[in-house]
């Protein structure tokens, strides 16, 4: 069901809102889906996104876990593979990486390995990315690493209501889902997001602002330092933002039709610069819209270090600012 299709009442939420909506929303749903994690239950999880669900469904299906997180990601493809549709929560994305090996060595691999005999239907959710001034690895953007590894869906939302209908596909969708949310806008703003569960598809990119000069791909936080800059250079260069909200499998149609419009592109995204997702985005334009290029793609991108600590976020991350100075670089070539 769309935006559009919508219908019946409403709630202005914030994202990690919409998360609980949206989780809640499934359990009342679907007996098999349950959720697990650090926390999750009497706590309601660090950020508070599992807030009430164990009040409501009890310690059965709403279970805290050992600071393990191989232990959690093995655990819930156990269940997946025999019937369950386990939630796995992931205090920070910086805490995924000991349960790598479980994610890509077995879940991604599970319906190839059984030659369809199993599937995985799990999601792995995550608060990602900077500027909350948070210590070390809590501030994590590598999306990149399982964008690479087949077998995985990898979902950034941006906003309250793609969040919620994002999160009920993931838990619908048969194979497994990496869902990234983007923890800077946890509570950054509200939106009016339907009481009633819907699903926003997987897979496709959505576009926030129409243009004709240039246009700017990018998903998650990074959106509305984006939607700024292009509100900002709106006298001199007419911008198309695209938010692509799914990350793998990325809406090559969606981009390419905007790029054959402009000409000309810059990709946004707080992960360092070297792999990220801008190298995949402008690769795909060189190799099926090379013809159409008016100037070289600019990549606004984090750097190649560690995330830093406290009073240098701000010039890690993409702002309003230097997204504009990259997208009239690339205007004015």
Same mark, same amino acid.
């Given at each position: 069901?769309?935006?559009?299709?919508?219908?019946?009442?409403?709630?202005?939420?914030?994202?990690?809102?919409?998360?609980?909506?949206?989780?809640?929303?499934?359990?009342?749903?679907?007996?098999?889906?349950?959720?697990?994690?650090? !926390?999750?239950?009497?706590? @309601?999880?660090?950020?508070?996104?599992?807030?009430?669900?164990?009040?409501? #469904?009890? @310690?059965?299906?709403?279970?805290?876990?050992?600071?393990?997180?191989?232990?959690?990601?093995?655990? +819930?493809?156990?269940?997946?593979?025999?019937?369950?549709?386990?939630?796995?929560?992931?205090?920070?994305?910086? #805490?995924?990486?000991?349960?790598?090996?479980?994610?890509?060595? %077995?879940?991604?691999?599970?319906?190839?390995?059984?030659?369809?005999?199993?599937?995985?239907?799990?999601?792995?959710?995550?608060?990602?990315?900077?500027?909350?001034?948070?210590?070390? %690895? %809590?501030? =994590?953007?590598?999306?990149? #690493?399982?964008?690479? %590894?087949?077998?995985?869906?990898?979902?950034?939302?941006?906003?309250?209501?793609?969040?919620? @209908?994002?999160?009920?596909?993931?838990?619908? !969708?048969? !194979?497994?889902?990496?869902?990234?949310?983007?923890?800077?806008?946890?509570?950054?703003?509200?939106?009016?997001?339907?009481? =009633?569960?819907?699903?926003?598809?997987? /897979?496709?990119?959505?576009?926030?602002?129409?243009?004709?000069?240039?246009?700017?791909?990018?998903?998650?936080?990074?959106?509305?330092?984006?939607?700024?800059?292009?509100?900002?250079?709106?006298?001199?260069?007419?911008?198309?933002?695209? !938010?692509?909200?799914?990350?793998? $499998?990325?809406?090559?149609?969606?981009?390419?039709?905007?790029?054959?419009?402009?000409?000309?592109?810059?990709?946004?995204?707080?992960?360092?610069?070297?792999? /990220?997702?801008?190298?995949?985005?402008?690769?795909?334009?060189?190799?099926?819209?090379?013809?159409?290029?008016?100037?070289?793609?600019?990549?606004?991108?984090?750097?190649?270090? $560690?995330?830093?600590?406290?009073?240098?976020?701000?010039?890690?991350? $993409?702002?309003?600012?230097?997204?504009?100075? /990259?997208?009239?670089?690339? +205007?004015?070539?």
């Amino acid at each position: 069901m769309s935006q559009m299709e919508t219908r019946g009442e409403t709630q202005n939420l914030t994202l990690v809102q919409a998360v609980r909506d949206g989780l809640r929303d499934e359990m009342r749903e679907d007996e098999r889906v349950l959720v697990m994690g650090e !926390d999750v239950g009497k706590n @309601g999880g660090v950020f508070r996104a599992t807030e009430g669900l164990y009040d409501e #469904f009890g @310690g059965d299906r709403v279970i805290d876990t050992p600071l393990a997180e191989s232990g959690i990601v093995g655990t +819930a493809i156990g269940m997946a593979a025999y019937g369950m549709r386990p939630v796995a929560e992931m205090q920070f994305m910086g #805490f995924i990486y000991p349960a790598f090996d479980q994610i890509v060595s %077995h879940a991604a691999r599970l319906r190839t390995r059984s030659r369809g005999r199993f599937t995985c239907p799990m999601v792995v959710r995550a608060p990602y990315g900077g500027g909350i001034r948070a210590p070390e %690895h %809590h501030s =994590e953007s590598t999306e990149a #690493f399982f964008t690479h %590894h087949p077998g995985l869906k990898v979902v950034i939302p941006s906003t309250p209501y793609d969040t919620k @209908g994002l999160l009920i596909s993931a838990i619908r !969708d048969p !194979d497994p889902v990496i869902f990234l949310e983007p923890k800077l806008i946890y509570r950054a703003f509200r939106e009016a997001v339907p009481d =009633e569960p819907y699903e926003v598809p997987i /897979g496709e990119a959505t576009v926030r602002r129409e243009g004709e000069d240039v246009s700017v791909f990018t998903y998650g936080a990074m959106t509305r330092p984006t939607l700024e800059a292009a509100e900002r250079l709106e006298d001199e260069v007419s911008v198309e933002v695209v !938010d692509l909200r799914t990350v793998s $499998p990325l809406d090559e149609g969606t981009i390419l039709e905007s790029f054959e419009k402009t000409g000309r592109a810059a990709v946004v995204h707080e992960a360092p610069k070297t792999g /990220g997702l801008a190298g995949e985005i402008t690769a795909t334009i060189q190799e099926e819209a090379l013809l159409y290029q008016e100037a070289p793609v600019k990549r606004i991108t984090g750097f190649d270090t $560690p995330f830093p600590l406290y009073a240098l976020e701000d010039y890690y991350l $993409p702002e309003a600012t230097r997204i504009v100075e /990259g997208i009239r670089e690339v +205007a004015e070539f």
